[in-house]
């Protein structure tokens, strides 16, 4: 893969597509400097480990032994960061969409329906202390779970397929919502987008 192993995702759509609930401003200096960031860190702390680049990004965590115990950190770290902000962006566009197909059934069928569910998933993420992620996530056996993970903790290391997020760092509302993090978290829902998530899960349910 040479010097430049993993590269950043191209935003799905423009700076401005998420206003007025996320501004432009906000999602320019996400992506383009924390985002980033992360995904620069990763290059280099894999560089300095010897990675050869045989996995893909979603693998690397999974095969964290396989690096240098000095290096774990930064790269488990970092990876984390990489990944998260990836399904940050698909979990949003200027066309909101609810879940479809499998994924809507599964979670019919787990919380009685969507609206119970958005509710869930809201409550969890207003209980979230310091910076994380609120997840959706699934098991191999198609379950469906919503989890609070800290700081730039993946899923993926707990054997986790991770479907749909909303990031609480305060790196992804602070210029627009200062302090009111509930008021971003509810406006997060009028541009929530699942279509990456349903696909991801019809892709699981197929080969159950």
């Not at 992506?31 to 702390?45: F, I, Q």
Request: no cysteine; charged share 25%.
């Amino acid at each position: 893969m040479g010097d430049i192993m993993y590269e950043l995702m191209k935003l799905p759509y423009s700076y401005s597509a998420l206003e007025p609930d996320i501004e432009s401003q906000i999602v320019d200096i996400h992506y383009n400097k924390h985002h980033r960031n992360y995904l620069n860190k990763l290059n280099e702390a894999l560089k300095r480990s010897g990675y050869n680049g045989e996995y893909s990004l979603e693998e690397i965590p999974k095969h964290i032994d396989m690096f240098p115990l000095k290096d774990r950190g930064d790269i488990l770290y970092n990876a984390g960061g990489v990944l998260n902000h990836n399904l940050y962006w698909y979990s949003m566009n200027e066309n909101k969409s609810n879940p479809r197909g499998n994924l809507l059934n599964k979670i019919n069928t787990t919380y009685g329906n969507f609206e119970n569910f958005r509710k869930d998933f809201i409550n969890r993420a207003r209980q979230l202390v310091g910076s994380g992620y609120t997840f959706l996530v699934t098991n191999d056996r198609g379950d469906l779970t919503i989890v609070n993970m800290i700081n730039q903790e993946t899923p993926i290391s707990y054997n986790l397929i991770s479907l749909f997020t909303i990031d609480l760092w305060e790196h992804a509302y602070y210029l627009q919502y200062k302090n009111d993090r509930d008021s971003y978290i509810n406006n997060f829902w009028n541009k929530a987008n699942f279509d990456y998530a349903s696909s991801k899960y019809d892709n699981l349910i197929r080969k159950l």
